[in-house]
Structures are given as C-alpha cells and as structure tokens.
C-alpha cells in the first residue's frame, strides 16, 4: 500500500608510551610538544585568498600546531599516573567499569560513575564529586585504562558524512548492515522513551536487540517529537496492523513529571485519539484516498510509565522528609496522571542515573520480553543468520563479476 500520512478533520458522524603524567596535567616525560621556530609558525597558518575581515578564518595545520602540555589537560592518547589521594577512586572506577562489562550493563556515563560510588561508598563521595569523578573517566579512556566504548557520551552528536570508493566496496560492507525487522510478526510493538541521554546508549542497545525503538528529548522538543511517535504508531497499525507500546523512563521530580513526561504523552495522544473539544487526528491516506485513523482500526497505542517510578525514587532519596512526600504521593492517586504533584514540591531530584546500572538494564530488557513474543523474535533472529551466509555467498559472485 503506497500511503501516506495526513492531519485530519474529523469525519463527519466520525556514539606512547613513556614516563606518565600526574592527574593534574602536568608531564614528567615522554614526548613533550615543543616550541616550534617562527618558519613553523608561519607554516601553521595556511591562507585561502580571502582576506576581507569577517569572511573566514585562517585555515590552521595541525601538523604545526604548538599543543601546550604543562599546567592543562593532557590531550590525546597519554598514560595516567594518577595522585595518591585519588588512586583508590581510579581502582574503584575501573573495577566498577569491569563489573558493568561482566553484567551486560554498558555503557556507563560519568555521572552514573557518580552515583555508583556516592552509593557503595557511602559518605566517600557527594554530587559534588562528580566532575572529579568525570575527569578521571576521561583520562582513563585517554590512558587506555577503559575502553572508549565503554563510556556513553551524552553530549556528543556526529552527522558523518560517508559513502563508498565504488561497487566492490560498498558490495563487501553490505552484510554488515543487513538486518531483520525484529519486530516482524509482533501482536505490539515497544518504543522506549528516555529523558537521560546518558543512559541512552545502554537502553539503545538493549532495545536494538529486541526490535525496540529507542528515542529521547526534553520539554522543549514539545509536539514535533510526539508527532514523530504518533505517525510511526499510527502507520504500523494500518499496515500492520500492530498495536504500540510506549515505555517512559525520567527522571523523578515535579519537573521531570510534569514538564517533560506528561506532556509527551499527552501530545502523542491528541494527535492519535484528538482531545475533547480538538478532533483533528493523523490519519493514514491509501491510493484510492481513502483515510484511515486510530479510532476507525483494532490496534492500540498505550503507556507504561517505568522509571523512575515513586516506588523506586523513595529507595534513593536521602531525607526522611523525601521518603514522606513521597509516601503521600502515592498515596495521592494511581498513575502520573492523577497523582498530586504539588506534594513533590521542593523535594530532592531523583535522576535516571542514579539506577544501578545493573537494575537499569533488567527493568528495561524485563519491560521489553514481558510484551514481545520472544519465540517470533528468535525465528526472526535466526532467519537473519541464515539469510546473512546467503547473503555473503551470493554477493562474493556478484563482486567478482564486477572485477571482471
């Protein structure tokens, strides 16, 4: 069915070695950069024929660029000899590191690192650690302590721009990319909604593998996210006539609630089901124009709300008082909806991050294999392994061709 997707009316009725530095950056030997002479300073420079102010910078060869080494950061790829006071810190760090790898719960963020020793160590380390905590993280990886893969990123965004030398090439990087739909067969389809970025690599990972779809998004992504969601939803429920699933994962406060949560929900259902007094929904367009909603098809679209569920966050709060409020929250109603959210006014933020990573990763895979039919999924998964030594063969025979 070639279709598209519209807004509608409502129908009518209807990712050297050498002596190593000490962790505050300073350099005790190994290759030092070195003050380079006024030819190579003049060489760092390189000029493109525009010199009207304001139009562009100078081009600048890093072949020639004078990285200072003392008293800053090291950069690149440097061994790390840490300070005796922060030596028992690194050990624990890499131990917690090997841990997560040992229990499929990578990868783990700094401010998970964080909260993982500010948990197990109880009095050792506050919040206020956390950017210590994060700079060793990072001079790990520089020192090859930890692997790089090991360690989401958050912040980082990469549009790569890529492609292929020609035909042989892109013909032997062909069974690297191909893949089943891993939701084929599915009675409801999950999607996994997360607020905390830096756990998104680990859910993104756990939910690949179980054909989940993963995304995240603050307040401000607002009704362009949520409508995203709902025509992915509203699509495969008239072509496939597969109901959805939407698990939220954020973090626990008032704001987190009811700034960011709800309203994502909310907005995916007006666009879905309309409101009480707005009708217009999406709807899916056929080649004989006929449309098709939500409202007029069997499948579902629903909610779960995961995490951080109040029953978690009163576990990880740190005041009596916190335990209170939350204890009357919810006490206060049945779901995020009806619950009174002014009674978490002014308690402590409880964030994603603050999950043992460990529990992170069984609540969601536990989510997921509760609602797929885990049978299908592995019928598919051997499928693709099948298909893929096919795949292989034949494309051999066809890249040879090609040489001739």
């Not at 070195?34 to 009207?52: C, F, M, P, Q, Y």
């Not at 965004?157 to 013909?171: H, I, K, N, Q, R």
């Not at 996994?192 to 603050?218: M, P």
Request: proline share 5%; aromatic share 6%; net charge negative.
């Amino acid at each position: 069915m070639a279709a598209r997707t519209r807004t509608t009316q409502p129908q009518p009725p209807g990712e050297w070695r050498g002596s190593p530095p000490q962790d505050d950056g300073r350099p005790t030997g190994g290759p030092a950069t070195t003050r380079k002479s006024a030819t190579d300073l003049d060489n760092k420079i390189v000029t493109d024929g525009r010199d009207v102010e304001g139009e562009a910078s100078p081009l600048i060869n890093l072949a020639y660029l004078d990285v200072p080494t003392r008293g800053v950061v090291p950069k690149g790829i440097v061994p790390y000899r840490p300070h005796r006071k922060t030596r028992k810190t690194v050990d624990r760090i890499i131990d917690l590191y090997r841990r997560m790898k040992a229990a499929d719960a990578l990868p783990l963020g700094p401010r998970t690192v964080g909260y993982r020793l500010k948990e197990n160590y109880v009095g050792e380390y506050t919040k206020k650690d956390f950017p210590a905590v994060g700079n060793i993280v990072k001079r790990l990886e520089q020192a090859g302590e930890i692997e790089w893969e090991w360690v989401a990123d958050g912040a980082a965004v990469t549009y790569e721009a890529d492609g292929w030398s020609g035909p042989t090439e892109f013909l032997a990087d062909v069974p690297s990319f191909y893949h089943r739909d891993r939701r084929e067969g599915q009675q409801t389809v999950v999607e996994i909604y997360a607020e905390a970025r830096e756990t998104l690599s680990l859910i993104h990972r756990l939910g690949t593998e179980r054909g989940v779809t993963v995304y995240s998004g603050g307040g401000s992504c607002g009704p362009n996210l949520a409508r995203k969601v709902a025509v992915r939803a509203v699509r495969r429920a008239v072509e496939r006539g597969q109901s959805t699933l939407i698990l939220g994962i954020c973090d626990f406060d008032q704001a987190g609630i009811r700034n960011v949560l709800r309203p994502h929900i909310e907005h995916v259902s007006a666009f879905l089901y309309g409101t009480a007094d707005n009708k217009q929904v999406l709807a899916i367009e056929d080649d004989a124009g006929a449309l098709t909603r939500m409202e007029d098809i069997a499948p579902t679209v629903s909610f779960r709300h995961l995490g951080l569920t109040p029953e978690m966050a009163i576990g990880l709060v740190e005041t009596e008082q916190d335990r209170e409020r939350i204890d009357g929250y919810i006490a206060s109603g049945s779901d995020i909806w009806d619950r009174d959210l002014d009674l978490l006014e002014h308690m402590q933020k409880i964030e994603t991050e603050a999950l043992d990573p460990v529990v992170l990763r069984d609540l969601v895979v536990d989510a997921i294999e509760e609602i797929i039919d885990t049978e299908k999924l592995a019928a598919v998964v051997e499928e693709e392994r099948q298909e893929l030594a096919e795949l292989n063969s034949c494309l051999g025979e066809i890249s040879r061709g090609w040489r001739r």
